[in-house]
T-cell receptor, first 114, second 116 residues
Framework: NAGVTQNPKFQVLKTGQSMTLQCAQD?????MYWYRQDPGMGLRLIYY???????DKGEVPNGYNVSRLNKREFSLRLESAAPSQTSVYFC?????????????FGSGTRLTVV | AQSVTQLDSHVSVSEGTPVLLRCNYS??????LFWYVQHPNKGLQLLLK??????LVKGINGFEAEFKKSETSFHLTKPSAHMSDAAEYFC??????????????FGDGTTLTVKP
């Protein structure tokens, strides 16, 4: 039982390059989330998907796009990476967005933009 | 509106002594409150949660937290620290059990160091 799987685990990009962060969960959860973690700032929500077929902006959506490919998979795309997007990105899932049972997190993607 | 404040950015204890990590919150609604732990280079793991049932909540690895509405606090405690408890801890608030999980607010984290 893998839980939430993120790929890649590490990535270095040049300014202006694009990339997609992959996330998949095998717990049959309805809701999925993308967070970024910066030192001393806790976690900030980028985008979330309450259910398959829906996506919504979080606190810091600028510079990102998402796709809820199916119930299992939720990808995050950086179209033109900027140094300010250097961060650790976490994908999370929960049973239902309507009721807060808590999250299950992946192990993160450490992204550096140079 | 809601917010969460972790009162200490760093806490250092000796192995075998008690742990206290402090969290205050504000919320317009009856809140749900959570503590997560993050070990180095790992994702966050749910330690425990309060969702308007018993005010004293027991979690994994011997941790517990008490919801005190009058003090708007949800402090995390453990009677005896273990070396493996060294990690970063996050307090999280949301507007209530039936409030969207995506509306959660994370604290800035408390780094716990355990000395031998």
């Amino acid at each position: 039982n893998a839980g939430v799987t993120q790929n890649p685990k590490f990535q270095v990009l040049k300014t202006g390059q694009s990339m997609t962060l992959q996330c998949a969960q095998d717990m049959n959860h309805n809701s999925m989330y993308w967070y970024r973690q910066d030192p001393g700032m806790g976690l900030r929500l980028i985008y979330y998907s309450a259910s398959e077929g829906t996506t919504d902006k979080g606190e810091v959506p600028n510079g990102y796009n998402v796709s809820r490919l199916n119930k299992r998979e939720f990808s995050l795309r950086l179209e033109s990476a900027a140094p300010s997007q250097t961060s650790v990105y976490f994908c999370a899932s929960s049973v239902e967005d309507r009721f807060n049972y808590g999250y299950t997190f992946g192990s993160g993607t450490r992204l550096t933009v140079v | 509106a809601q917010s969460v404040t972790q009162l200490d950015s760093h806490v250092s204890v000796s192995e075998g002594t008690p742990v206290l990590l402090r969290c205050n919150y504000s919320s317009s609604y009856s809140p749900s409150l959570f503590w997560y732990v993050q070990h180095p280079n790992k994702g966050l793991q749910l330690l425990l949660k309060y969702t308007s049932a018993a005010t004293l909540v027991k979690g994994i690895n011997g941790f517990e937290a008490e919801f005190k509405k009058s003090e708007t606090s949800f402090h995390l405690t453990k009677p005896s620290a273990h070396m493996s408890d060294a990690a970063e801890y996050f307090c999280v608030v949301s507007g209530g059990f039936n409030t969207n999980a995506g509306k959660s607010t994370f604290g800035d984290g408390t780094t716990l160091t355990v000395k031998p």
